[in-house]
């Protein structure tokens, strides 16, 4: 079975650190983001494809070589189809009932249940869905006994049908595909899933967590729930204070590292305490004080900092 993941947005949100890394390849706990979805797939998905357009050079290098134990199929768009035009890019790849994953969001989904009720319920596709406080800024759906029988992308607030969202994880029969036209710019959540609600949609309420991980702020929320229970007991040189991940290659003197810190690769500090900070490859810091931020790839700050994401392209507060 095949799974694409959409991978092409801009990350606009997280410039000028995209400028550099593009999202996908941005790590959550030192796992750039799309090879954690891949390895997190149920082993029935043998085949992940990724739907490209922004990085695509990046994505290829990145993949070239690397045995992450499923097939990879890397499909290019020329330009941005939008989140169905992508899909439909990929058709030509897939044999049967596909997932689809936003490449940008984090999940406690249990991908293996949905497919069971997807299966049971017969579905021509089934929505993995969130409840939220404010709504407005996600997919909406009208959810009656488990089928979704409206389906609102981005509605006016006030105008919401319920508080249940779309997660971004999805299980499609080939025929919602090719309801898709071929070539163009089509939206999945504005062109098609208001066609199919009603008619074979179904949706799958989940607990647990769910984080668009597409701000600084959501993407350090993002970083700190994937270091679930893989976090660093001890390592030379930091005392570290909660959960943090530090990575091997590290090399840490005199630190103070947690709750929520994440060391990523060849980073080297000195007399430094980092929380809820995530920092990024190749990394030098010296007697600072660092608090939610997002630092990286090879910076050197010898300062303190807050609420601030640093890039070789620049900086921004958040
Ligand atoms: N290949 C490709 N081409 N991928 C795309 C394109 C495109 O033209 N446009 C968007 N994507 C990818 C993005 O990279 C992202 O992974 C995913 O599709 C969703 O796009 P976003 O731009 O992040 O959409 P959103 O967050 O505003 O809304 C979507 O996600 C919400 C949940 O986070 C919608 O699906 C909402 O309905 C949903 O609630
Ligand atoms: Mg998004």
């Keep these: 079975m095949e799974a694409i993941i959409l991978v092409g947005g801009l990350g606009t949100r997280l410039r000028p650190l995209t400028h550099t890394v593009p999202k996908p390849l941005l790590p959550l706990a030192n796992v750039p983001m799309v090879e954690r979805m891949v390895r997190n797939l149920p082993e029935v998905f043998d085949t992940a494809i990724l739907a490209v357009n922004y990085g695509l050079d990046e994505m290829k290098i990145y ?29 030509d790849h ?3 009932t ?7 969001v984090v999940t406690s989904a249990d991908l293996n249940k949905m497919l069971e009720q997807h299966i049971r319920t017969k579905a021509k596709g089934t929505l993995a869905l969130w409840e939220v406080e404010d709504p407005s800024r996600f997919g909406v759906v009208e959810l009656k006994n488990g089928q ?45 899933y208001p066609q199919v609600a009603g008619n074979g949609l179904y949706g799958f309420p989940f607990e647990g967590y769910f984080i668009d991980s597409g701000t600084p702020e959501s993407y350090l929320e993002a970083n700190f729930k994937s270091i679930g229970n893989n976090g660093t007991a ?9 959960p943090s991940l530090i990575h091997e290659s590290a090399v840490l003197q005199d630190c103070i590292i947690g709750p929520n810190a994440i060391i990523g690769p060849n980073v080297k500090m000195e007399k430094c305490v980092i929380r809820r900070t995530v920092i990024l490859s190749d990394v030098k810091g010296y ?22 994401l640093v890039s070789p392209k620049g900086s921004i507060p958040f």
């Design 63 to 91: 993949f070239e070589g690397r045995d992450i134990g499923k097939k990879i199929i890397i499909v290019p768009e020329e330009k941005p189809l939008g989140t169905g035009g992508a899909m439909r890019n990929c058709i």
């Design 94 to 96: 897939v044999t049967g």
């Design 98 to 104: 596909t997932a689809v994953f936003n490449g940008d």
């Design 148 to 192: 979704i029988l409206q389906f609102q992308e981005k509605p006016e607030r006030g105008t919401e049908l319920s508080n249940l969202i779309n997660a971004g994880t999805y299980l499609l029969e080939p025929e919602v595909l090719e309801m898709i036209p071929p070539n163009q710019k089509i939206s999945i959540e504005r062109d098609i």
């Design 234 to 242: 001890a390592h030379s040189g930091a005392s570290i204070r909660g």
């Design 287 to 308: 007697g600072s004080v660092i608090e939610d931020c997002v630092i990286g790839p090879a910076i050197s700050f010898e300062k303190d900092l807050s609420r601030t």
